[in-house]
């Protein structure tokens, strides 16, 4: 009796922390008419060859060593379907919103930070709020010149760069300012899913990475 009793016990135990788990997978995401877009001034590019940017790259990579970039995946809801919240840099350059960390910089603070320069108007992150979630998937660059791999090789022992995609989750309304040389765009994820030629591999392997949560899309 008493060891029935125990599976008993033991099973909705187990129940209850599924339940909890399930729950922390479901993403609230709100319409892209709840938000305020406007514009600040352009923040200046770094106008150089690719020469000049693995020649850039090497001498950070010499004083510093590996590279961190972090990447904000942001979920609004547009005609009942989810969309990513991009920028779009010189017309044909897609990107999400996020930068490299500084020295000593830890990914939470860093996104923090690059996100409020990017789609705010005041610098304070911390009055901001942003709310990051969980890491989503890790890509790294063995060298200063490859694409990006979703893993690190095993024959890589000293990768140069590596960038990570953590989730981002917005409250019901916020204003976002972007720099007058760039356009922040709400893409739906069935365009960006696998479009490697317009996104490249990052940003079109974000529906994938998405695949475990559950969305509530919230009509306000």
Request: net charge positive; charged share 25%; proline share 7%.
């Given at each position: 009796?008493?060891?029935?009793?125990?599976?008993?016990?033991s099973?909705n135990?187990?129940h209850?922390?599924?339940?909890?788990?399930?729950?922390s997978?479901?993403?609230?995401i709100?319409?892209?008419?709840?938000y305020y877009f406007?514009?600040?001034d352009a923040?200046?590019?770094?106008?150089?060859?690719?020469?000049?940017r693995?020649?850039?790259?090497?001498?950070?990579?010499?004083?510093?060593?590996?590279?961190?970039c972090?990447?904000?995946?942001?979920?609004?809801e547009?005609f009942?379907?989810?969309?990513?919240?991009?920028?779009?840099?010189?017309?044909?350059i897609?990107?999400?919103?996020g930068g490299?960390?500084?020295?000593?910089?830890?990914?939470i603070?860093?996104?923090?930070?690059?996100?409020?320069?990017?789609?705010?108007?005041?610098?304070?992150?911390?009055?901001?709020?942003?709310e990051?979630?969980?890491c989503?998937g890790?890509?790294?660059?063995?060298?200063?010149?490859?694409?990006?791999?979703?893993y690190?090789?095993?024959?890589?022992?000293?990768?140069k760069e590596?960038?990570?995609?953590?989730?981002?989750?917005?409250?019901v309304?916020?204003?976002?300012?972007?720099p007058?040389?760039?356009?922040?765009?709400a893409?739906?994820l069935?365009q960006?899913h696998?479009?490697?030629k317009?996104?490249?591999?990052v940003?079109?392997?974000?529906p994938?990475?998405?695949?475990?949560?559950s969305?509530?899309?919230?009509?306000t």
């Amino acid at each position: 009796m008493s060891d029935e009793m125990g599976v008993t016990v033991s099973s909705n135990s187990t129940h209850h922390e599924n339940s909890s788990d399930q729950r922390s997978y479901v993403v609230d995401i709100y319409p892209l008419s709840s938000y305020y877009f406007g514009s600040k001034d352009a923040i200046p590019f770094k106008d150089e060859t690719l020469a000049d940017r693995v020649l850039r790259m090497k001498t950070n990579y010499a004083a510093h060593g590996l590279r961190t970039c972090v990447q904000a995946v942001i979920l609004v809801e547009l005609f009942k379907h989810p969309h990513l919240l991009l920028l779009q840099v010189r017309n044909s350059i897609f990107k999400l919103p996020g930068g490299r960390l500084r020295p000593g910089e830890s990914d939470i603070d860093g996104l923090k930070r690059k996100l409020t320069r990017k789609l705010s108007l005041n610098e304070d992150r911390n009055e901001i709020g942003w709310e990051v979630g969980e890491c989503l998937g890790m890509w790294w660059k063995p060298d200063f010149e490859t694409l990006l791999f979703p893993y690190l090789p095993p024959n890589v022992k000293q990768p140069k760069e590596c960038t990570k995609l953590f989730l981002v989750k917005l409250p019901v309304s916020r204003k976002f300012i972007v720099p007058k040389n760039q356009k922040l765009l709400a893409v739906p994820l069935c365009q960006i899913h696998e479009n490697h030629k317009t996104y490249g591999p990052v940003i079109s392997g974000v529906p994938q990475l998405l695949s475990k949560f559950s969305f509530n899309l919230i009509d306000t």
